[in-house]
């Protein structure tokens, strides 16, 4: 099983960015996906999830609105667009997956991807 994020980076409160998952080794429409942070000095925050076949949604309260969760399972990829940044937002963001769409029980993550919001 690999999952590999991309796509962080230094950006400017208000500001987009989009991360990327590519998924490997593993039948990617069988799994719930989700994407998690951690700041630092924080614990792990649950963002958003979506459901194997994809259309089914779920965001903390923290980025509804903002953030937007899609999956492509032909290039088994999984992404996060995220717009109106706030400095909040600063985090390592993970990508993860189960088979039950609980959050915070994931049996592989990827590596992550750093996100700073910064003037």
């Known amino acids: 099983v690999q999952m590999v994020e991309s796509g962080g980076g230094l950006v400017q409160p208000g500001g987009s960015l989009r991360l990327s998952c590519a998924v490997s080794?593993?039948?990617?429409?069988?799994?719930?996906m989700h994407w998690v942070r951690q700041a630092p000095g924080k614990g792990r925050e649950w963002v958003s999830m979506i459901n194997p076949g994809g259309g089914v949604e779920s965001y903390a309260d923290s980025v509804k609105g903002r953030f937007t969760i899609s999956r492509d399972s032909a290039k088994n990829m999984l992404y996060l667009q995220m717009n109106s940044l706030k400095p909040e937002d600063t985090a390592h963001y993970y990508c993860?997956?189960?088979?039950?769409?609980?959050?915070?029980?994931?049996?592989?993550w990827g590596q992550g991807t750093q996100v700073t919001v910064s003037s």
């Open positions: 993860a997956r189960n088979t039950d769409g609980k959050r915070g029980d994931y049996d592989y």
């Open positions: 080794g593993f039948t990617f429409s069988n799994f719930w």
